[in-house]
Protein backbone atom coordinates (compact mmCIF):
# COMPACT_ATOMS: atom_id res chain seq x y z
CA UNK A 1 0.00 0.00 0.00
CA UNK A 2 1.49 3.49 -1.36
CA UNK A 3 2.30 5.66 1.99
CA UNK A 4 -0.64 8.89 1.94
CA UNK A 5 0.43 11.97 0.01
CA UNK A 6 0.43 15.05 1.14
CA UNK A 7 -2.21 17.91 0.74
CA UNK A 8 -0.66 20.98 -0.06
CA UNK A 9 -3.18 23.80 0.41
CA UNK A 10 -1.97 26.93 -0.95
CA UNK A 11 -3.98 30.46 -0.30
CA UNK A 12 -3.47 33.89 0.24
CA UNK A 13 -5.52 37.73 0.19
CA UNK A 14 -7.52 37.43 -3.42
CA UNK A 15 -5.38 39.31 -5.59
CA UNK A 16 -1.95 38.09 -4.73
CA UNK A 17 -1.50 35.56 -7.92
CA UNK A 18 -2.29 32.40 -6.15
CA UNK A 19 -4.09 31.34 -9.61
CA UNK A 20 -0.87 32.42 -11.76
CA UNK A 21 1.91 30.87 -8.98
CA UNK A 22 0.10 27.49 -9.05
CA UNK A 23 -0.46 27.42 -13.29
CA UNK A 24 3.01 28.13 -13.88
CA UNK A 25 3.69 25.15 -11.43
CA UNK A 26 1.74 22.69 -12.65
CA UNK A 27 2.90 23.52 -16.29
CA UNK A 28 6.33 22.20 -14.95
CA UNK A 29 7.00 18.81 -16.57
CA UNK A 30 8.73 17.99 -13.44
CA UNK A 31 5.58 18.59 -10.79
CA UNK A 32 4.25 15.46 -9.06
CA UNK A 33 0.68 17.10 -7.54
CA UNK A 34 -3.08 16.85 -8.57
CA UNK A 35 -4.27 19.75 -8.81
CA UNK A 36 -7.96 19.29 -6.33
CA UNK A 37 -10.66 21.86 -8.66
CA UNK A 38 -12.43 23.93 -6.28
CA UNK A 39 -16.32 24.94 -6.47
CA UNK A 40 -18.00 28.38 -6.82
CA UNK A 41 -20.65 29.73 -7.21
CA UNK A 42 -19.29 32.98 -8.73
CA UNK A 43 -19.59 34.08 -12.18
CA UNK A 44 -17.57 32.62 -14.46
CA UNK A 45 -14.95 34.48 -16.16
CA UNK A 46 -13.43 35.45 -20.06
CA UNK A 47 -11.32 32.45 -20.33
CA UNK A 48 -12.06 30.64 -17.37
CA UNK A 49 -12.72 26.91 -18.32
CA UNK A 50 -15.31 24.70 -16.14
CA UNK A 51 -14.14 21.76 -14.87
CA UNK A 52 -10.53 23.38 -14.94
CA UNK A 53 -10.43 26.62 -13.06
CA UNK A 54 -13.59 25.76 -11.15
CA UNK A 55 -16.30 23.25 -11.02
CA UNK A 56 -19.06 26.46 -11.62
CA UNK A 57 -22.55 25.77 -10.10
CA UNK A 58 -25.49 26.69 -8.56
CA UNK A 59 -25.82 29.08 -4.76
CA UNK A 60 -28.53 25.50 -4.52
CA UNK A 61 -26.75 22.98 -5.51
CA UNK A 62 -23.45 23.83 -3.45
CA UNK A 63 -26.00 24.30 -0.52
CA UNK A 64 -27.19 20.55 -1.03
CA UNK A 65 -23.60 19.17 -0.99
CA UNK A 66 -22.66 21.41 2.65
CA UNK A 67 -25.65 19.94 3.92
CA UNK A 68 -24.78 16.29 2.61
CA UNK A 69 -21.10 16.72 4.16
CA UNK A 70 -19.48 16.60 0.80
CA UNK A 71 -17.21 19.15 0.70
CA UNK A 72 -13.28 18.93 2.60
CA UNK A 73 -14.04 22.69 3.19
CA UNK A 74 -16.37 26.37 1.87
CA UNK A 75 -16.47 29.37 2.78
CA UNK A 76 -18.35 32.22 1.34
CA UNK A 77 -16.34 35.45 0.29
CA UNK A 78 -17.66 38.49 -1.17
CA UNK A 79 -21.25 37.07 -1.78
CA UNK A 80 -19.86 33.77 -3.19
CA UNK A 81 -19.57 30.08 -2.31
CA UNK A 82 -16.15 28.36 -2.65
CA UNK A 83 -14.92 25.00 -1.80
CA UNK A 84 -13.38 21.62 -2.01
CA UNK A 85 -15.24 18.34 -3.23
CA UNK A 86 -14.04 15.63 -0.16
CA UNK A 87 -14.11 12.41 -1.65
CA UNK A 88 -11.74 13.63 -4.70
CA UNK A 89 -9.24 14.26 -1.77
CA UNK A 90 -9.12 11.36 0.18
CA UNK A 91 -9.27 9.11 -3.08
CA UNK A 92 -6.19 10.37 -4.36
CA UNK A 93 -4.38 10.87 -1.34
CA UNK A 94 -4.76 7.47 -0.67
CA UNK A 95 -3.24 6.77 -3.62
CA UNK A 96 0.29 7.71 -2.52
CA UNK A 97 -0.32 10.93 -4.71
CA UNK A 98 0.06 14.56 -3.87
CA UNK A 99 -2.99 17.06 -3.76
CA UNK A 100 -2.79 20.50 -4.41
CA UNK A 101 -5.36 22.49 -2.87
CA UNK A 102 -5.75 26.70 -4.08
CA UNK A 103 -8.55 27.84 -1.91
CA UNK A 104 -9.10 30.87 -0.04
CA UNK A 105 -7.86 31.91 3.43
CA UNK A 106 -11.08 30.62 4.91
CA UNK A 107 -11.55 27.43 3.53
CA UNK A 108 -7.96 26.76 4.18
CA UNK A 109 -8.40 26.94 8.10
CA UNK A 110 -11.47 24.83 8.08
CA UNK A 111 -8.61 22.31 6.11
CA UNK A 112 -6.44 22.87 8.76
CA UNK A 113 -8.71 21.57 10.98
CA UNK A 114 -9.63 17.99 9.45
CA UNK A 115 -6.47 17.58 7.79
CA UNK A 116 -3.74 18.89 10.72
CA UNK A 117 -0.84 16.91 8.80
CA UNK A 118 -1.36 19.05 5.32
CA UNK A 119 1.18 21.60 4.65
CA UNK A 120 -0.12 25.30 4.38
CA UNK A 121 1.31 27.82 2.44
CA UNK A 122 0.42 31.29 2.29
CA UNK A 123 1.28 33.52 -0.84
CA UNK A 124 2.00 36.77 0.48
CA UNK A 125 1.98 40.16 -1.96
CA UNK A 126 5.39 42.20 -1.92
CA UNK A 127 3.39 44.57 -0.21
CA UNK A 128 0.20 46.16 -0.25
CA UNK A 129 0.23 49.16 -2.75
CA UNK A 130 1.38 46.06 -5.20
CA UNK A 131 -1.72 44.30 -4.18
CA UNK A 132 -3.85 47.04 -4.61
CA UNK A 133 -2.53 47.18 -8.65
CA UNK A 134 -3.15 44.33 -9.28
CA UNK A 135 -6.65 43.90 -8.85
CA UNK A 136 -7.31 46.84 -10.27
CA UNK A 137 -5.08 45.49 -13.39
CA UNK A 138 -7.53 43.10 -13.56
CA UNK A 139 -10.33 45.42 -15.11
CA UNK A 140 -13.29 43.09 -13.80
CA UNK A 141 -14.25 44.74 -10.44
CA UNK A 142 -15.44 48.34 -9.80
CA UNK A 143 -13.72 50.35 -7.28
CA UNK A 144 -16.26 48.90 -4.48
CA UNK A 145 -15.41 45.38 -4.93
CA UNK A 146 -11.46 46.49 -5.16
CA UNK A 147 -12.29 48.08 -1.79
CA UNK A 148 -13.70 45.03 -0.11
CA UNK A 149 -10.98 43.14 -1.26
CA UNK A 150 -8.52 45.08 0.42
CA UNK A 151 -10.04 45.35 3.67
CA UNK A 152 -10.67 41.74 3.41
CA UNK A 153 -6.86 40.96 2.42
CA UNK A 154 -5.50 43.21 6.20
CA UNK A 155 -7.52 40.72 7.77
CA UNK A 156 -6.12 37.65 6.09
CA UNK A 157 -2.67 38.95 6.37
CA UNK A 158 -3.18 39.06 10.01
CA UNK A 159 -4.14 34.93 9.31
CA UNK A 160 -0.86 34.24 8.41
CA UNK A 161 0.42 32.63 11.96
CA UNK A 162 -1.92 29.33 11.19
CA UNK A 163 0.17 28.65 8.33
CA UNK A 164 3.82 26.82 8.54
CA UNK A 165 4.81 28.72 5.53
CA UNK A 166 4.92 32.03 3.62
CA UNK A 167 6.29 33.08 0.25
CA UNK A 168 6.31 35.97 -1.37
CA UNK A 169 4.90 36.22 -4.62
CA UNK A 170 7.70 39.17 -6.29
CA UNK A 171 8.22 37.32 -9.82
CA UNK A 172 6.08 34.02 -10.26
CA UNK A 173 9.44 32.00 -11.03
CA UNK A 174 11.03 32.77 -7.90
CA UNK A 175 7.83 31.92 -6.22
CA UNK A 176 7.12 28.91 -7.55
CA UNK A 177 10.41 27.46 -6.94
CA UNK A 178 10.11 28.68 -3.21
CA UNK A 179 6.71 25.97 -3.26
CA UNK A 180 8.63 23.31 -5.00
CA UNK A 181 11.56 23.78 -2.10
CA UNK A 182 9.11 23.61 0.54
CA UNK A 183 7.22 20.65 -0.69
CA UNK A 184 10.44 18.78 -1.19
CA UNK A 185 11.63 19.07 2.14
CA UNK A 186 8.23 18.20 3.70
CA UNK A 187 8.61 14.77 1.99
CA UNK A 188 11.62 14.03 4.01
CA UNK A 189 9.83 15.21 7.82
CA UNK A 190 10.90 12.24 10.12
CA UNK A 191 7.24 12.31 11.51
CA UNK A 192 6.34 11.55 7.69
CA UNK A 193 8.65 8.58 7.13
CA UNK A 194 9.55 6.88 10.58
CA UNK A 195 6.33 4.66 9.81
CA UNK A 196 8.49 2.97 6.97
CA UNK A 197 11.27 2.76 8.93
CA UNK A 198 9.51 1.45 11.60
CA UNK A 199 8.12 -1.35 9.69
CA UNK A 200 12.00 -1.97 8.31
CA UNK A 201 13.14 -2.56 11.80
CA UNK A 202 10.21 -4.64 13.16
CA UNK A 203 10.16 -7.17 10.13
CA UNK A 204 13.74 -7.37 10.64
CA UNK A 205 13.18 -8.09 14.47
CA UNK A 206 11.01 -10.98 13.52
CA UNK A 207 12.73 -12.68 11.02
CA UNK A 208 15.96 -12.45 13.11
CA UNK A 209 13.65 -14.21 16.07
Avoid: C, W
Avoid at 48 to 58: A, P, R, S
Amino acid sequence: MPERGLLIVFSGPSGVGKGTVRAAIFESSQHQFDYSVSMTTRQQRPGEVDGKDYFFTTREAFEEKIKSGQMLEYAEYVGNYYGTPLEYVNQTLDQGKDVFLEIEVQGALQVKEKVPDGVFIFLTPPDLDELRGRLSGRGTDSLAVINERMEKAREEIKLMSEYDYAVVNDEVHLAVERVKKIVEAEHFRVDRVIGRYQNMVDVAAHNIG
